[in-house]
Protein backbone atom coordinates (compact mmCIF):
# COMPACT_ATOMS: atom_id res chain seq x y z
CA UNK A 1 0.00 0.00 0.00
CA UNK A 2 3.26 2.62 0.61
CA UNK A 3 4.18 1.88 -2.53
CA UNK A 4 0.74 2.78 -4.33
CA UNK A 5 0.45 5.65 -2.36
CA UNK A 6 3.86 7.18 -3.57
CA UNK A 7 3.74 5.99 -7.01
CA UNK A 8 0.24 8.46 -6.96
CA UNK A 9 1.63 11.12 -5.17
CA UNK A 10 4.58 10.95 -7.97
CA UNK A 11 2.47 11.02 -11.16
CA UNK A 12 0.03 14.03 -9.42
CA UNK A 13 3.12 15.89 -8.92
CA UNK A 14 4.81 15.18 -12.40
CA UNK A 15 1.68 16.03 -14.28
CA UNK A 16 0.34 19.49 -12.22
CA UNK A 17 2.72 21.90 -13.55
CA UNK A 18 2.23 21.32 -17.22
CA UNK A 19 -1.57 22.89 -16.50
CA UNK A 20 -2.23 26.24 -17.97
CA UNK A 21 -4.58 28.21 -15.80
CA UNK A 22 -5.78 30.44 -18.27
CA UNK A 23 -7.16 28.07 -20.34
CA UNK A 24 -10.46 26.45 -18.96
CA UNK A 25 -11.43 22.79 -19.14
CA UNK A 26 -13.44 21.68 -22.31
CA UNK A 27 -16.70 21.00 -21.44
CA UNK A 28 -16.67 18.20 -23.67
CA UNK A 29 -14.33 16.51 -21.21
CA UNK A 30 -15.89 17.61 -17.86
CA UNK A 31 -17.29 15.39 -15.42
CA UNK A 32 -21.20 15.14 -16.30
CA UNK A 33 -23.43 17.02 -13.93
CA UNK A 34 -26.21 14.31 -13.55
CA UNK A 35 -26.39 10.79 -12.84
CA UNK A 36 -28.91 7.92 -12.12
CA UNK A 37 -27.13 4.81 -11.32
CA UNK A 38 -25.28 5.90 -8.20
CA UNK A 39 -28.86 6.77 -5.95
CA UNK A 40 -31.55 5.28 -8.38
CA UNK A 41 -32.85 9.10 -8.94
CA UNK A 42 -31.31 11.68 -10.92
CA UNK A 43 -28.77 13.42 -8.83
CA UNK A 44 -26.25 15.84 -8.99
CA UNK A 45 -22.41 14.25 -9.69
CA UNK A 46 -20.86 16.91 -6.97
CA UNK A 47 -23.41 15.84 -4.11
CA UNK A 48 -22.09 11.97 -3.96
CA UNK A 49 -19.00 10.85 -2.42
CA UNK A 50 -19.76 7.92 -4.83
CA UNK A 51 -16.87 7.36 -7.31
CA UNK A 52 -18.64 7.59 -11.08
CA UNK A 53 -17.72 7.14 -14.51
CA UNK A 54 -20.29 8.44 -17.39
CA UNK A 55 -19.65 8.08 -21.33
CA UNK A 56 -21.93 9.70 -23.30
CA UNK A 57 -23.34 8.72 -27.09
CA UNK A 58 -20.66 12.05 -27.88
CA UNK A 59 -17.64 9.99 -25.54
CA UNK A 60 -18.36 7.02 -27.49
CA UNK A 61 -18.53 8.61 -31.25
CA UNK A 62 -15.49 10.31 -30.38
CA UNK A 63 -13.32 8.02 -29.15
CA UNK A 64 -14.23 5.64 -32.11
CA UNK A 65 -14.83 2.86 -29.80
CA UNK A 66 -16.79 -0.18 -31.52
CA UNK A 67 -17.40 -2.59 -28.56
CA UNK A 68 -18.64 -2.42 -25.15
CA UNK A 69 -15.10 -3.44 -23.77
CA UNK A 70 -13.00 -1.19 -25.75
CA UNK A 71 -15.07 1.35 -24.31
CA UNK A 72 -14.56 0.28 -20.41
CA UNK A 73 -10.52 -0.22 -21.19
CA UNK A 74 -8.42 2.29 -19.61
CA UNK A 75 -11.23 3.28 -17.38
CA UNK A 76 -10.25 4.00 -14.20
CA UNK A 77 -10.85 1.33 -11.36
CA UNK A 78 -11.88 -1.34 -14.16
CA UNK A 79 -9.63 -3.73 -16.02
CA UNK A 80 -10.93 -5.69 -19.30
CA UNK A 81 -9.67 -9.18 -20.27
CA UNK A 82 -10.51 -10.88 -23.53
CA UNK A 83 -9.31 -14.39 -24.26
CA UNK A 84 -9.02 -12.77 -28.48
CA UNK A 85 -10.65 -10.63 -30.67
CA UNK A 86 -14.30 -9.08 -31.36
CA UNK A 87 -16.53 -11.21 -29.37
CA UNK A 88 -14.56 -13.28 -27.31
CA UNK A 89 -15.11 -13.73 -24.05
CA UNK A 90 -14.50 -11.05 -21.50
CA UNK A 91 -13.67 -10.56 -18.19
CA UNK A 92 -14.35 -7.09 -16.18
CA UNK A 93 -12.26 -6.64 -12.68
CA UNK A 94 -13.68 -3.64 -11.06
CA UNK A 95 -11.38 -2.78 -8.11
CA UNK A 96 -9.55 -5.91 -8.12
CA UNK A 97 -12.76 -7.77 -7.42
CA UNK A 98 -14.07 -10.46 -9.13
CA UNK A 99 -15.45 -10.65 -12.59
CA UNK A 100 -18.87 -11.45 -11.30
CA UNK A 101 -19.05 -8.90 -8.84
CA UNK A 102 -20.55 -6.96 -10.96
CA UNK A 103 -23.83 -6.05 -11.20
CA UNK A 104 -25.00 -5.16 -15.28
CA UNK A 105 -28.44 -3.02 -16.31
CA UNK A 106 -29.60 -2.32 -19.04
CA UNK A 107 -32.39 0.37 -19.14
CA UNK A 108 -32.84 -0.67 -15.08
CA UNK A 109 -33.47 -4.77 -15.96
CA UNK A 110 -30.53 -6.65 -14.78
CA UNK A 111 -28.84 -8.56 -17.65
CA UNK A 112 -26.41 -11.40 -17.73
CA UNK A 113 -26.06 -15.62 -17.40
CA UNK A 114 -27.73 -17.33 -13.98
CA UNK A 115 -25.46 -20.58 -14.95
CA UNK A 116 -21.65 -18.09 -14.60
CA UNK A 117 -22.51 -15.37 -12.87
CA UNK A 118 -20.84 -13.02 -15.42
CA UNK A 119 -22.56 -10.65 -18.13
CA UNK A 120 -21.36 -10.54 -22.33
CA UNK A 121 -20.17 -7.35 -22.48
CA UNK A 122 -18.38 -8.58 -25.93
CA UNK A 123 -22.09 -9.01 -27.34
CA UNK A 124 -24.24 -5.60 -26.22
CA UNK A 125 -24.02 -3.85 -29.12
CA UNK A 126 -22.10 -0.71 -28.79
CA UNK A 127 -24.16 1.37 -32.05
CA UNK A 128 -27.07 0.92 -29.63
CA UNK A 129 -26.39 2.44 -26.59
CA UNK A 130 -26.78 5.85 -25.37
CA UNK A 131 -25.08 6.33 -22.12
CA UNK A 132 -23.10 4.13 -19.81
CA UNK A 133 -23.12 4.89 -15.94
CA UNK A 134 -19.95 3.38 -13.96
CA UNK A 135 -20.28 3.37 -9.99
CA UNK A 136 -17.54 2.01 -8.46
CA UNK A 137 -17.78 0.36 -4.67
CA UNK A 138 -20.33 -1.52 -2.93
CA UNK A 139 -23.98 -1.28 -4.08
CA UNK A 140 -25.73 -4.00 -2.82
CA UNK A 141 -27.62 -1.29 -0.58
CA UNK A 142 -29.37 -0.10 -3.95
CA UNK A 143 -29.55 -3.24 -6.56
CA UNK A 144 -29.14 -6.05 -3.72
CA UNK A 145 -26.46 -9.22 -5.47
CA UNK A 146 -23.38 -9.03 -7.31
CA UNK A 147 -22.54 -5.41 -6.45
CA UNK A 148 -19.75 -5.90 -4.50
CA UNK A 149 -17.28 -4.15 -6.90
CA UNK A 150 -19.51 -2.11 -8.48
CA UNK A 151 -22.62 -1.40 -10.99
CA UNK A 152 -22.32 -1.08 -14.87
CA UNK A 153 -25.67 0.15 -15.98
CA UNK A 154 -26.55 0.71 -19.93
CA UNK A 155 -28.98 3.28 -21.68
CA UNK A 156 -29.85 2.55 -24.99
CA UNK A 157 -30.07 4.96 -28.08
CA UNK A 158 -32.68 7.31 -27.33
CA UNK A 159 -32.26 9.91 -29.91
CA UNK A 160 -33.40 13.75 -29.93
CA UNK A 161 -36.83 14.07 -29.07
CA UNK A 162 -37.86 17.05 -31.95
CA UNK A 163 -40.78 17.06 -34.16
CA UNK A 164 -38.62 16.92 -37.27
CA UNK A 165 -37.26 13.54 -37.01
CA UNK A 166 -33.66 13.05 -36.88
CA UNK A 167 -31.60 10.48 -38.81
CA UNK A 168 -28.11 9.20 -38.21
CA UNK A 169 -26.72 6.52 -40.61
CA UNK A 170 -22.92 5.12 -40.36
CA UNK A 171 -20.64 2.46 -42.14
CA UNK A 172 -17.41 1.43 -42.30
CA UNK A 173 -14.88 -1.00 -42.76
CA UNK A 174 -10.81 -1.84 -42.02
CA UNK A 175 -8.66 -4.50 -41.16
CA UNK A 176 -9.22 -8.21 -40.74
CA UNK A 177 -12.41 -7.52 -43.15
CA UNK A 178 -14.44 -5.76 -40.09
CA UNK A 179 -17.19 -3.60 -41.24
CA UNK A 180 -19.69 -2.44 -39.59
CA UNK A 181 -23.37 -0.55 -40.24
CA UNK A 182 -25.68 1.32 -38.37
CA UNK A 183 -28.66 3.85 -38.54
CA UNK A 184 -31.15 5.46 -35.95
CA UNK A 185 -34.12 7.35 -36.55
CA UNK A 186 -35.96 9.44 -33.90
CA UNK A 187 -38.24 12.13 -33.05
CA UNK A 188 -40.91 13.57 -30.90
CA UNK A 189 -45.01 14.13 -32.42
CA UNK A 190 -47.27 15.86 -29.49
CA UNK A 191 -46.97 14.25 -26.65
CA UNK A 192 -45.14 10.88 -28.07
CA UNK A 193 -41.27 10.20 -28.54
CA UNK A 194 -39.90 7.61 -30.71
CA UNK A 195 -37.03 5.52 -31.44
CA UNK A 196 -35.80 2.62 -34.02
CA UNK A 197 -32.40 1.87 -34.01
CA UNK A 198 -30.50 -1.45 -36.03
CA UNK A 199 -26.45 -2.31 -36.11
CA UNK A 200 -24.61 -4.96 -37.72
CA UNK A 201 -20.92 -5.46 -36.78
CA UNK A 202 -18.92 -8.36 -38.49
CA UNK A 203 -15.20 -9.82 -38.73
CA UNK A 204 -12.90 -12.42 -40.09
CA UNK A 205 -11.27 -11.69 -36.71
CA UNK A 206 -7.92 -13.29 -36.14
CA UNK A 207 -6.73 -16.32 -34.21
CA UNK A 208 -7.49 -16.72 -30.97
CA UNK A 209 -5.37 -18.43 -29.70
CA UNK A 210 -1.17 -19.67 -30.16
CA UNK A 211 -1.76 -23.00 -32.00
CA UNK A 212 0.58 -25.19 -30.24
CA UNK A 213 -0.09 -26.25 -26.28
CA UNK A 214 1.80 -29.80 -26.28
CA UNK A 215 -0.23 -33.14 -25.99
CA UNK A 216 -3.37 -31.87 -24.94
CA UNK A 217 -3.93 -28.04 -26.28
CA UNK A 218 -5.67 -26.55 -28.80
CA UNK A 219 -4.22 -26.35 -32.27
CA UNK A 220 -7.03 -24.26 -34.63
CA UNK A 221 -5.10 -22.23 -36.49
CA UNK A 222 -7.61 -20.55 -38.10
CA UNK A 223 -9.12 -16.43 -37.92
CA UNK A 224 -12.28 -16.79 -35.17
CA UNK A 225 -14.57 -14.36 -36.88
CA UNK A 226 -18.14 -12.47 -34.84
CA UNK A 227 -20.66 -11.47 -36.09
CA UNK A 228 -23.34 -9.27 -34.38
CA UNK A 229 -26.81 -7.78 -35.25
CA UNK A 230 -28.49 -5.62 -33.30
CA UNK A 231 -31.70 -3.64 -32.95
CA UNK A 232 -33.44 -1.23 -30.64
CA UNK A 233 -36.90 0.07 -30.25
CA UNK A 234 -38.02 2.32 -27.77
CA UNK A 235 -41.45 4.23 -27.37
CA UNK A 236 -43.08 6.69 -24.90
CA UNK A 237 -45.89 9.03 -24.27
CA UNK A 238 -46.02 11.90 -21.61
CA UNK A 239 -49.64 12.28 -20.15
CA UNK A 240 -50.22 16.08 -18.37
CA UNK A 241 -52.50 14.71 -15.61
CA UNK A 242 -49.94 13.79 -12.67
CA UNK A 243 -47.17 14.39 -15.08
CA UNK A 244 -47.27 10.57 -16.35
CA UNK A 245 -44.96 9.51 -18.31
CA UNK A 246 -45.35 5.71 -20.06
CA UNK A 247 -42.70 4.14 -22.42
CA UNK A 248 -41.54 0.93 -23.69
CA UNK A 249 -38.26 -0.68 -25.08
CA UNK A 250 -36.83 -3.25 -26.51
CA UNK A 251 -32.81 -4.19 -27.72
CA UNK A 252 -31.53 -7.47 -29.06
CA UNK A 253 -28.53 -8.86 -30.47
CA UNK A 254 -28.29 -11.86 -32.45
CA UNK A 255 -25.10 -13.28 -33.82
CA UNK A 256 -22.43 -16.31 -33.81
CA UNK A 257 -18.63 -16.12 -32.18
CA UNK A 258 -16.24 -18.31 -33.16
CA UNK A 259 -13.28 -19.62 -30.97
CA UNK A 260 -10.44 -22.14 -30.48
CA UNK A 261 -11.45 -24.53 -27.84
CA UNK A 262 -11.21 -28.62 -27.51
CA UNK A 263 -14.61 -29.70 -27.42
CA UNK A 264 -16.74 -26.76 -28.86
CA UNK A 265 -15.22 -23.66 -31.10
CA UNK A 266 -18.54 -21.66 -31.66
CA UNK A 267 -21.59 -20.12 -30.08
CA UNK A 268 -24.62 -18.79 -31.65
CA UNK A 269 -25.80 -16.28 -29.32
CA UNK A 270 -29.21 -14.05 -27.78
CA UNK A 271 -28.83 -11.53 -25.72
CA UNK A 272 -32.27 -9.13 -24.99
CA UNK A 273 -33.79 -6.42 -23.09
CA UNK A 274 -37.71 -5.79 -22.98
CA UNK A 275 -39.86 -4.03 -20.78
CA UNK A 276 -42.03 -1.05 -20.14
CA UNK A 277 -42.09 1.64 -17.06
CA UNK A 278 -44.59 3.75 -15.90
CA UNK A 279 -43.84 7.05 -13.73
CA UNK A 280 -46.53 9.30 -11.91
CA UNK A 281 -46.86 11.93 -9.20
CA UNK A 282 -48.94 10.21 -6.46
CA UNK A 283 -49.20 14.09 -5.22
CA UNK A 284 -46.84 16.38 -5.81
CA UNK A 285 -44.14 15.54 -3.69
CA UNK A 286 -44.64 12.02 -4.32
CA UNK A 287 -43.22 10.31 -7.71
CA UNK A 288 -43.52 6.44 -7.98
CA UNK A 289 -42.19 4.61 -10.79
CA UNK A 290 -43.02 1.09 -11.91
CA UNK A 291 -40.97 -0.97 -14.19
CA UNK A 292 -41.23 -4.55 -15.68
CA UNK A 293 -38.86 -6.62 -17.88
CA UNK A 294 -37.41 -9.37 -18.81
CA UNK A 295 -33.72 -10.14 -20.30
CA UNK A 296 -32.64 -12.96 -22.36
CA UNK A 297 -28.75 -14.83 -22.09
CA UNK A 298 -29.26 -17.36 -24.59
CA UNK A 299 -26.24 -19.98 -25.98
CA UNK A 300 -25.91 -22.65 -28.17
CA UNK A 301 -22.92 -24.38 -28.75
CA UNK A 302 -21.27 -26.30 -31.51
CA UNK A 303 -18.50 -28.61 -32.06
CA UNK A 304 -15.69 -27.96 -34.94
CA UNK A 305 -17.07 -30.14 -36.83
CA UNK A 306 -20.40 -28.09 -36.68
CA UNK A 307 -22.42 -30.46 -34.65
CA UNK A 308 -24.58 -29.52 -31.81
CA UNK A 309 -22.92 -29.86 -28.19
CA UNK A 310 -24.67 -27.91 -25.87
CA UNK A 311 -27.76 -25.04 -24.56
CA UNK A 312 -27.24 -22.86 -21.60
CA UNK A 313 -30.65 -20.52 -21.76
CA UNK A 314 -30.86 -18.09 -19.21
CA UNK A 315 -33.96 -16.22 -18.37
CA UNK A 316 -34.73 -12.80 -15.99
CA UNK A 317 -38.19 -11.53 -14.93
CA UNK A 318 -37.18 -8.41 -13.06
CA UNK A 319 -40.22 -6.20 -11.24
CA UNK A 320 -39.44 -2.68 -9.74
CA UNK A 321 -40.85 -0.79 -7.94
CA UNK A 322 -39.71 3.07 -6.92
CA UNK A 323 -40.98 5.57 -4.35
CA UNK A 324 -39.34 9.22 -3.89
CA UNK A 325 -40.51 11.83 -1.39
CA UNK A 326 -39.02 14.79 -1.91
CA UNK A 327 -39.79 15.73 2.01
CA UNK A 328 -37.95 19.43 2.07
CA UNK A 329 -35.84 21.17 -0.43
CA UNK A 330 -32.90 19.69 1.11
CA UNK A 331 -34.38 16.15 1.80
CA UNK A 332 -35.07 13.55 0.16
CA UNK A 333 -36.49 9.70 0.52
CA UNK A 334 -36.40 7.05 -1.70
CA UNK A 335 -38.65 3.33 -0.85
CA UNK A 336 -38.09 0.87 -3.24
CA UNK A 337 -38.90 -2.82 -4.12
CA UNK A 338 -37.42 -5.41 -6.48
CA UNK A 339 -38.72 -8.62 -7.45
CA UNK A 340 -36.34 -11.08 -9.81
CA UNK A 341 -36.99 -14.91 -11.15
CA UNK A 342 -34.22 -16.09 -12.88
CA UNK A 343 -34.65 -19.93 -15.02
CA UNK A 344 -32.41 -21.49 -16.55
CA UNK A 345 -33.29 -23.84 -19.53
CA UNK A 346 -29.98 -26.62 -20.52
CA UNK A 347 -29.50 -29.57 -22.27
CA UNK A 348 -27.37 -30.12 -18.87
CA UNK A 349 -30.10 -31.03 -16.34
CA UNK A 350 -29.51 -28.96 -13.18
CA UNK A 351 -30.73 -29.63 -10.09
CA UNK A 352 -33.07 -26.67 -9.68
CA UNK A 353 -33.78 -24.53 -12.59
CA UNK A 354 -35.44 -21.72 -11.16
CA UNK A 355 -35.02 -19.25 -7.74
CA UNK A 356 -36.53 -16.01 -7.02
CA UNK A 357 -35.08 -13.01 -4.69
CA UNK A 358 -37.05 -10.36 -3.46
CA UNK A 359 -35.38 -6.53 -1.77
CA UNK A 360 -36.92 -4.12 0.10
CA UNK A 361 -34.41 -0.75 0.43
CA UNK A 362 -34.75 2.75 1.39
CA UNK A 363 -32.47 5.49 0.87
CA UNK A 364 -31.79 8.95 1.92
CA UNK A 365 -30.26 11.87 0.38
CA UNK A 366 -30.08 15.18 2.33
CA UNK A 367 -28.03 18.71 2.41
CA UNK A 368 -26.84 20.40 5.23
CA UNK A 369 -25.41 24.00 5.74
CA UNK A 370 -25.58 24.37 1.89
CA UNK A 371 -22.20 22.35 1.18
CA UNK A 372 -22.66 18.93 2.88
CA UNK A 373 -24.17 16.03 1.75
CA UNK A 374 -25.33 13.07 3.30
CA UNK A 375 -25.84 9.66 1.26
CA UNK A 376 -27.45 6.69 3.35
CA UNK A 377 -29.27 3.59 2.04
CA UNK A 378 -30.12 0.10 3.79
CA UNK A 379 -31.49 -2.93 2.21
CA UNK A 380 -32.69 -6.41 3.13
CA UNK A 381 -33.33 -9.39 0.32
CA UNK A 382 -34.78 -12.75 0.46
CA UNK A 383 -32.81 -15.10 -1.82
CA UNK A 384 -34.32 -18.49 -2.42
CA UNK A 385 -31.00 -20.33 -2.10
CA UNK A 386 -29.24 -19.36 0.85
CA UNK A 387 -31.68 -16.91 2.75
CA UNK A 388 -31.60 -13.17 4.14
CA UNK A 389 -28.60 -10.38 3.66
CA UNK A 390 -29.19 -7.15 5.25
CA UNK A 391 -26.85 -4.68 3.43
CA UNK A 392 -26.04 -0.69 4.24
CA UNK A 393 -24.00 1.87 2.69
CA UNK A 394 -23.48 5.53 4.55
CA UNK A 395 -21.54 8.21 2.55
CA UNK A 396 -20.62 12.26 2.93
CA UNK A 397 -19.36 14.58 1.03
CA UNK A 398 -18.40 18.35 1.80
CA UNK A 399 -17.76 20.98 -1.41
CA UNK A 400 -16.02 24.07 0.07
CA UNK A 401 -15.75 26.72 -2.30
CA UNK A 402 -12.92 29.35 -2.20
CA UNK A 403 -11.69 32.58 -4.12
CA UNK A 404 -14.26 35.19 -6.52
CA UNK A 405 -14.51 32.32 -9.12
CA UNK A 406 -16.29 28.90 -8.90
CA UNK A 407 -13.36 26.80 -7.56
CA UNK A 408 -14.02 23.98 -5.30
CA UNK A 409 -12.15 21.55 -3.25
CA UNK A 410 -14.27 18.55 -2.33
CA UNK A 411 -13.84 16.20 0.67
CA UNK A 412 -15.69 12.48 0.90
CA UNK A 413 -15.76 9.54 2.53
CA UNK A 414 -17.99 6.41 2.49
CA UNK A 415 -18.57 2.84 4.47
CA UNK A 416 -20.74 0.00 2.50
CA UNK A 417 -20.89 -3.50 2.75
CA UNK A 418 -22.37 -5.56 -0.30
CA UNK A 419 -22.97 -9.47 -1.18
CA UNK A 420 -22.75 -11.52 -4.23
CA UNK A 421 -25.32 -14.98 -4.30
CA UNK A 422 -23.83 -18.00 -5.89
CA UNK A 423 -24.70 -18.90 -9.22
CA UNK A 424 -26.69 -21.82 -10.36
CA UNK A 425 -23.69 -23.64 -11.52
CA UNK A 426 -21.97 -23.38 -8.26
CA UNK A 427 -25.46 -24.74 -6.30
CA UNK A 428 -27.27 -26.87 -8.87
CA UNK A 429 -24.51 -28.12 -11.47
CA UNK A 430 -24.63 -31.95 -11.47
CA UNK A 431 -22.08 -33.13 -9.15
CA UNK A 432 -20.37 -30.05 -8.87
CA UNK A 433 -22.96 -27.54 -7.17
CA UNK A 434 -22.95 -27.06 -3.99
CA UNK A 435 -26.61 -26.43 -1.86
CA UNK A 436 -24.95 -25.08 1.34
CA UNK A 437 -23.34 -22.81 -0.42
CA UNK A 438 -22.98 -18.58 1.25
CA UNK A 439 -23.17 -15.90 -0.01
CA UNK A 440 -19.92 -13.90 -0.84
CA UNK A 441 -19.88 -10.67 1.29
CA UNK A 442 -17.63 -8.00 1.68
CA UNK A 443 -17.18 -4.32 3.72
CA UNK A 444 -15.15 -1.55 2.41
CA UNK A 445 -14.03 2.09 3.51
CA UNK A 446 -13.05 4.83 1.24
CA UNK A 447 -12.19 8.10 1.09
CA UNK A 448 -10.93 11.09 -1.40
CA UNK A 449 -10.42 14.65 -2.21
CA UNK A 450 -11.14 16.30 -5.37
CA UNK A 451 -10.97 19.89 -7.60
CA UNK A 452 -13.02 21.70 -9.62
CA UNK A 453 -11.18 24.66 -11.30
CA UNK A 454 -11.61 27.01 -14.26
CA UNK A 455 -8.21 25.26 -15.65
CA UNK A 456 -8.16 21.80 -13.93
CA UNK A 457 -10.35 18.78 -12.90
CA UNK A 458 -9.00 16.17 -10.81
CA UNK A 459 -10.01 13.83 -8.10
CA UNK A 460 -8.06 10.94 -5.99
CA UNK A 461 -9.90 8.13 -3.96
CA UNK A 462 -8.28 5.26 -1.71
CA UNK A 463 -10.54 2.28 -0.81
CA UNK A 464 -10.29 -0.79 1.13
CA UNK A 465 -12.30 -3.78 0.78
CA UNK A 466 -11.89 -7.09 2.49
CA UNK A 467 -14.22 -10.37 1.17
CA UNK A 468 -15.13 -13.17 3.16
CA UNK A 469 -16.74 -16.50 1.78
CA UNK A 470 -15.22 -16.26 -1.54
CA UNK A 471 -16.44 -19.32 -3.48
CA UNK A 472 -13.56 -21.44 -4.78
CA UNK A 473 -13.74 -25.27 -6.61
CA UNK A 474 -12.60 -27.77 -4.07
CA UNK A 475 -10.57 -30.96 -5.47
CA UNK A 476 -10.88 -34.11 -3.82
CA UNK A 477 -6.93 -35.65 -3.86
CA UNK A 478 -8.37 -39.03 -3.62
CA UNK A 479 -11.50 -39.11 -5.53
CA UNK A 480 -10.63 -35.95 -8.01
CA UNK A 481 -14.18 -35.19 -7.91
CA UNK A 482 -14.72 -31.00 -7.60
CA UNK A 483 -17.14 -28.93 -5.64
CA UNK A 484 -17.77 -25.51 -5.15
CA UNK A 485 -17.12 -24.06 -1.53
CA UNK A 486 -16.74 -20.88 0.53
CA UNK A 487 -13.25 -21.14 1.34
CA UNK A 488 -11.99 -17.96 -0.05
CA UNK A 489 -10.87 -14.56 1.36
CA UNK A 490 -9.65 -11.55 -0.93
CA UNK A 491 -8.27 -7.57 0.21
CA UNK A 492 -8.38 -4.99 -1.75
CA UNK A 493 -6.56 -2.02 -1.69
CA UNK A 494 -6.35 0.80 -4.42
CA UNK A 495 -6.04 4.36 -5.42
CA UNK A 496 -7.72 6.02 -8.50
CA UNK A 497 -6.77 9.69 -9.83
CA UNK A 498 -8.02 11.37 -12.73
CA UNK A 499 -7.77 15.09 -14.18
CA UNK A 500 -8.61 16.48 -16.94
CA UNK A 501 -7.69 20.10 -18.57
CA UNK A 502 -6.92 21.93 -21.75
CA UNK A 503 -2.95 21.94 -22.58
CA UNK A 504 -1.98 24.80 -25.55
CA UNK A 505 -5.35 24.29 -26.85
CA UNK A 506 -5.28 20.74 -26.44
CA UNK A 507 -8.21 18.55 -24.61
CA UNK A 508 -6.21 16.33 -22.00
CA UNK A 509 -8.33 13.28 -20.01
CA UNK A 510 -5.97 11.05 -17.70
CA UNK A 511 -6.74 8.26 -14.96
CA UNK A 512 -4.70 6.06 -13.52
CA UNK A 513 -5.42 2.56 -11.15
CA UNK A 514 -2.84 1.45 -8.66
CA UNK A 515 -4.32 -1.74 -6.98
CA UNK A 516 -3.06 -4.35 -4.42
CA UNK A 517 -5.57 -7.42 -5.04
CA UNK A 518 -4.36 -10.23 -2.23
CA UNK A 519 -5.16 -13.30 -1.36
CA UNK A 520 -5.59 -13.22 2.58
CA UNK A 521 -4.95 -16.79 2.93
CA UNK A 522 -2.05 -17.37 0.12
CA UNK A 523 -0.88 -13.73 0.60
CA UNK A 524 -0.54 -13.98 -3.42
CA UNK A 525 -2.18 -11.78 -5.92
CA UNK A 526 -5.42 -12.36 -7.25
CA UNK A 527 -5.34 -13.92 -10.77
CA UNK A 528 -5.41 -11.87 -13.97
CA UNK A 529 -5.41 -8.30 -12.19
CA UNK A 530 -2.91 -6.18 -13.51
CA UNK A 531 -1.75 -3.84 -9.98
CA UNK A 532 -1.09 -1.13 -12.25
CA UNK A 533 -3.21 0.48 -15.24
CA UNK A 534 -2.94 4.52 -17.07
CA UNK A 535 -5.51 5.91 -19.35
CA UNK A 536 -4.52 8.94 -21.18
CA UNK A 537 -6.57 10.65 -23.65
CA UNK A 538 -5.64 13.60 -25.68
CA UNK A 539 -7.94 15.94 -28.47
CA UNK A 540 -8.31 18.80 -30.73
CA UNK A 541 -9.76 20.34 -33.28
CA UNK A 542 -8.22 22.14 -35.68
CA UNK A 543 -11.28 23.79 -37.89
CA UNK A 544 -13.10 20.98 -39.47
CA UNK A 545 -10.48 18.28 -38.50
CA UNK A 546 -10.64 16.67 -34.96
CA UNK A 547 -7.61 14.57 -33.93
CA UNK A 548 -6.85 12.64 -30.94
CA UNK A 549 -4.75 10.13 -29.46
CA UNK A 550 -5.49 7.55 -26.36
CA UNK A 551 -3.05 5.77 -24.99
CA UNK A 552 -3.52 2.62 -22.31
CA UNK A 553 -0.75 1.05 -20.24
CA UNK A 554 -0.92 -1.90 -18.09
CA UNK A 555 1.75 -3.52 -15.36
CA UNK A 556 2.24 -7.07 -15.36
CA UNK A 557 -0.45 -10.02 -14.06
CA UNK A 558 -1.04 -13.41 -13.21
CA UNK A 559 -2.68 -15.88 -15.06
CA UNK A 560 -3.03 -17.81 -12.19
CA UNK A 561 -3.83 -18.22 -8.64
CA UNK A 562 -0.35 -19.99 -7.80
CA UNK A 563 1.29 -16.71 -9.14
CA UNK A 564 3.46 -18.99 -11.52
CA UNK A 565 2.26 -17.99 -15.03
CA UNK A 566 3.12 -14.40 -15.56
CA UNK A 567 1.61 -12.25 -18.53
CA UNK A 568 3.82 -9.88 -19.62
CA UNK A 569 2.71 -5.47 -19.47
CA UNK A 570 2.07 -3.39 -22.41
CA UNK A 571 1.59 0.13 -23.65
CA UNK A 572 -0.86 0.61 -26.43
CA UNK A 573 -1.28 3.99 -29.08
CA UNK A 574 -4.25 4.73 -30.72
CA UNK A 575 -4.68 7.60 -33.09
CA UNK A 576 -8.06 8.87 -34.79
CA UNK A 577 -9.30 11.63 -36.63
CA UNK A 578 -12.50 13.12 -38.17
CA UNK A 579 -13.10 15.36 -41.15
CA UNK A 580 -16.87 17.20 -41.34
CA UNK A 581 -17.59 17.52 -44.94
CA UNK A 582 -20.13 19.89 -43.59
CA UNK A 583 -22.98 19.97 -41.18
CA UNK A 584 -24.42 16.63 -41.71
CA UNK A 585 -21.34 14.84 -43.28
CA UNK A 586 -18.49 13.42 -41.80
CA UNK A 587 -15.78 11.28 -42.18
CA UNK A 588 -13.84 9.21 -39.52
CA UNK A 589 -10.45 7.36 -39.45
CA UNK A 590 -9.01 5.28 -36.65
CA UNK A 591 -5.06 3.63 -36.37
CA UNK A 592 -4.65 1.54 -33.18
CA UNK A 593 -2.52 -0.38 -31.89
CA UNK A 594 0.48 2.07 -33.87
CA UNK A 595 3.18 0.73 -32.79
CA UNK A 596 2.01 -3.38 -33.13
CA UNK A 597 2.44 -4.23 -30.08
CA UNK A 598 2.39 -8.11 -29.28
CA UNK A 599 0.32 -8.69 -26.11
CA UNK A 600 -1.63 -10.53 -23.84
CA UNK A 601 -4.16 -10.23 -21.33
CA UNK A 602 -4.76 -14.05 -20.73
CA UNK A 603 -1.96 -16.22 -21.40
CA UNK A 604 -1.98 -17.61 -24.54
CA UNK A 605 -4.68 -15.44 -26.16
CA UNK A 606 -3.61 -13.25 -29.21
CA UNK A 607 -4.92 -9.73 -28.87
CA UNK A 608 -5.19 -7.46 -32.02
CA UNK A 609 -2.40 -6.27 -33.77
CA UNK A 610 -1.58 -3.18 -35.96
CA UNK A 611 -5.05 -2.02 -37.68
CA UNK A 612 -7.42 0.91 -38.61
CA UNK A 613 -11.03 1.46 -39.14
CA UNK A 614 -12.74 4.18 -41.56
CA UNK A 615 -16.31 5.23 -41.90
CA UNK A 616 -18.39 7.79 -42.91
CA UNK A 617 -21.17 9.06 -40.74
CA UNK A 618 -24.54 10.89 -41.80
CA UNK A 619 -27.06 13.11 -38.58
CA UNK A 620 -29.23 15.61 -40.12
Known amino acids: MQK ?3 SSLLLAGFNTPAFSQDTPVDPSLALPEQVVTATRSETARNQLATATTVYTRKDIDRLQVKTVPELLRGSAGIDVTQTGGYGKNTSVFMRGTNSDHILVLIDGIKIGSATTGTSPFEYIPLDQVERVEITRGPNSSLYGSEAIGGVIQIFTRKGEQKETPSVSLETGGGSYNTYKAAGTVSGKWQNTWYTLSASRLASEGFNAQQSSFGKFGVNQPDHDGYTNTGVNARIGHHFDAHNTDIEAFFTRAQGRNE ?3 NTVNKTEYIEQVAGTTLSTDIVDNWRSTIRLGQSLDWGDQFTPKGAFSSRFDSTRWNATWLNQFQVTDDHQVMLGSDYRLDEVNSDTK ?15 HSRFWDDHFLNASIRWDKNQAFGDAVTGNIGWRDNWHYGKGNDTISTFASFGNAFKAPTFNQLYYPNFGNPNLKAEQSKSVEVGLAGDHDWLQWEVRAYH ?6 IAVVTNPKTFVSTSENIGKAQLDGIETEMSTQILGWNSKLNMSLLSPENR ?6 PRRADKTLGFDLSRSFGDFDVGTHVVAQDYRFDDVANKTKVGGYVTLDFRTDYHLNKNWQLSANFKNALDKKYQTVNSYN ?3 RNFFVSIHYNN
Open 4 to 6: IIA
Open 259 to 261: YDG
Open 350 to 364: YNESSRYDVGVFTEL
Open 465 to 470: TDIDNL
Open 521 to 526: ITNLRL
Open 607 to 609: TEG
